[in-house]
């Protein structure tokens, strides 16, 4: 990018940012988030594909191949369409993004791309940070469009009393 397209896009943004805080809120003022259960869900996987060592790091495909979620607003299934892109990083950590949709039990379709890190133990034994991530949703116009419009946090987790390879993800709603 150039640098007058470089100012150009620095000055929409700061326009935006203005028109939209017509009465800015101090630092202090902004109540500290706090968060409620979005859902829990249980997204079942495939057998991995190895795509193979990168300029970055090893990559692979771990297909999404279906599961359910339920949560106090809204329920249903995880369509069998989806994929978890990894990346293995030099530090020891497992990039993760993971692309799929949701199907409500009203029928409706909402994309999740849902980002984060897996870490290994240190080598000291110090055990891995809990694994946290950022789910983002682009849901249609209507009854859940609510979803497009807010912050998320997520955990990921696994369920040893299943029969199936599967990931147990619960989403948290940031108010």
Same mark, same amino acid.
């Given at each position: 990018?150039?640098?007058?397209?470089?100012?150009?896009?620095?000055?929409?943004?700061? +326009?935006? +940012?203005?028109?939209?805080?017509?009465?800015?809120?101090? +630092?202090?003022?902004?109540?500290?988030?706090?968060?409620?259960?979005?859902?829990?869900?249980?997204?079942?996987?495939?057998?991995?594909?190895?795509?193979?060592?990168?300029?970055?790091?090893?990559?692979?495909?771990?297909?999404?191949?279906?599961?359910?979620?339920?949560?106090?607003?809204?329920?249903?299934?995880?369509?069998?369409?989806?994929?978890?892109?990894?990346?293995?990083?030099?530090?020891?950590?497992?990039?993760?993004?993971?692309?799929?949709?949701?199907?409500?039990?009203?029928?409706?379709?909402?994309?999740?791309?849902?980002?984060?890190?897996?870490?290994?133990?240190?080598?000291?034994?110090?055990?891995?940070?809990?694994?946290?991530?950022?789910?983002?949703?682009?849901?249609?116009?209507?009854?859940?469009?609510?979803?497009?419009?807010?912050?998320?946090?997520?955990?990921?987790?696994?369920?040893?009393?299943?029969?199936?390879?599967?990931?147990?993800?619960?989403?948290?709603?940031?108010?």
């Amino acid at each position: 990018m150039t640098s007058a397209g470089k100012r150009a896009a620095l000055a929409a943004i700061s +326009a935006f +940012a203005v028109g939209a805080s017509a009465a800015p809120v101090a +630092a202090q003022d902004a109540p500290e988030p706090g968060l409620e259960l979005l859902y829990r869900s249980v997204v079942t996987l495939g057998p991995a594909i190895e795509v193979g060592e990168t300029g970055r790091g090893m990559r692979r495909i771990i297909p999404i191949t279906g599961g359910t979620f339920e949560g106090p607003q809204m329920k249903g299934e995880i369509l069998p369409m989806g994929w978890d892109w990894q990346l293995d990083r030099a530090d020891g950590c497992t990039e993760i993004i993971a692309d799929y949709f949701l199907r409500t039990d009203d029928g409706v379709v909402i994309n999740v791309v849902n980002s984060g890190a897996l870490c290994r133990p240190g080598e000291d034994g110090t055990p891995p940070p809990p694994v946290r991530t950022s789910p983002v949703f682009e849901a249609p116009l209507g009854k859940y469009e609510w979803l497009s419009k807010g912050g998320y946090i997520g955990t990921l987790g696994f369920d040893p009393t299943l029969d199936e390879p599967a990931v147990v993800i619960t989403v948290y709603r940031a108010n």
